[in-house]
Every structure is written in C-alpha cells, then in structure tokens.
C-alpha cells in the first residue's frame, strides 16, 4: 500500500500553499518521467511567438489552436502536415506561400525546438537511478514527429530503460492501458513504480493504478524527486 506524506510537502514560495504529493516510504524500484515540463523547462515562448507571427496570429489564437488538435497528433491518428494542416483550418488561414509543405515542415521543426530546453537536474536524477539499479523509463504523449526530433539530439535509451511515446503505441495518458505497458517493460508492479508529472490528470490515473506519484510543477519538485527516489542532498 502507498503511504502518503503530506508532512514533508514542500510549501510554494509564492502562495504559501502546500505543494501536496504521495510517494512510498521507501525508494522505488522504478522510476517513470513525462518529458514536457519534467524533462524539459517550460515550451519556449520565443519559438511559440515565431511560429504564431509566421502565420499571422496571435500567441493566444496560435496555442489555442496548436491545442485543439494535439489529442490526435500525440495520439498519432495523422503524421504532422495533417496536424499543422488543421491547426492552420483552425486559425482561418490559408497559406500564400508558394510551397506550402515547406512551411509544415518549418512548422514541424520549430515544434520540435520548443520542446528542446532541457531541465538538466532531473535527467542527472534518471541517469542516477540506473547507477542505483531502479529501472527507468520516460512515458510521454508525444508525436512521433517530436520524439525523432528528440532522440537526433539524444538518445533516450542512453537514460532511460523503456522509452513508451504515445504515438508509437497508439495510446494516450491518462489511458490506464498505457501506464500498464510502461510497467510490463519494467517488469514492476504499480506500488513499486514512481510516476512523475506535471498534468493533474495524468498524476490521478496512475495513483488509482496503485503507483506512487510526484505531481511535479516546477524546479521546487527536484529536490522532492531526489529525496523520492533516495538520492542524498
């Protein structure tokens, strides 16, 4: 059974508020990372801004629509163009470029750049937790388009155990089926399991599967997640 420890949830700095969490009371034999925004910093506001003003859009109209269709994309129900082609419907815009394929492709690649501001700490804590023998995976919705984007820049095996992009396998989080696949690579059950986030909805899944969990919002979870999987200070 998951033990909670609201007692050594940290407070956020700016509210005041408890940043609550659940975790076992003893390291885990597994350690499962979303990508965005665990992995990764904030999804670069400079490439959001570019990829708006090259289709004449506001950055609330551009991430309006860049969401609409996401489910899909990660999903993998279409390849990129199709994706970018609907967020363009959506924006009400057709291209007057001469070759429109090469602003989906641009588009594609600067999505790619957005997602590539790495949080250096928490990869250091993945690849500290194979020297430590906990196995290791990143479980992310995420397009295929972006994980080859990904793995050109680094190899995610290199860090990671089992590497389940919800693309690939048909299956988005907060599908128990695709928290299910993760853990069979690992060869671990749920309560043995670690599972780290910075969606809500996905958090809740995973705790109602029985894994322990870290609902990470930012830079103040890495020494939560340290702590959490037994590292020293």
């Not at 007692?7 to 975790?23: E, K, M, W």
């Not at 860090?159 to 690939?168: D, H, N, P, T």
Request: hydrophobic share 45%.
């Amino acid at each position: 059974m998951v033990a909670a420890v609201p007692h050594a949830a940290p407070q956020d700095a700016r509210t005041g508020r408890l940043i609550r969490y659940n975790t076992g009371v003893a390291p885990p034999r597994a350690l499962i990372l979303d990508y965005g925004n665990v992995l990764t910093l904030p999804q670069a506001p400079d490439v959001i801004a570019a990829m708006a003003s090259r289709l004449g859009a506001t950055v609330d109209a551009f991430n309006a629509a860049y969401w609409e269709h996401r489910h899909g994309y990660d999903l993998g129900d279409y390849t990129a163009r199709e994706y970018w082609s609907r967020v363009l419907t959506s924006l009400r815009r057709r291209t007057e470029e001469s070759d429109e394929r090469a602003l989906l492709d641009w588009l594609t690649a600067r999505d790619g750049d957005s997602w590539m501001r790495y949080r250096e700490p928490v990869w250091e804590i993945a690849q500290g937790a194979r020297t430590r023998h906990i196995a290791s995976a990143m479980l992310s919705n995420m397009s295929q388009e972006l994980a080859a984007h990904i793995r050109r820049d680094r190899p995610l095996e290199r860090w990671f155990g089992a590497v389940i992009i919800s693309a690939e396998v048909r299956c988005v989080k907060p599908d128990p089926r695709i928290y299910r696949l993760c853990l069979a690579r690992l060869a671990v059950e749920p309560s043995e399991a670690l599972f780290v986030d910075d969606r809500p909805e996905n958090v809740r899944a995973a705790a109602a599967l029985g894994m322990q969990t870290v609902h990470f919002t930012g830079d103040d979870h890495v020494a939560v997640l340290r702590a959490a999987v037994g590292e020293g200070p």
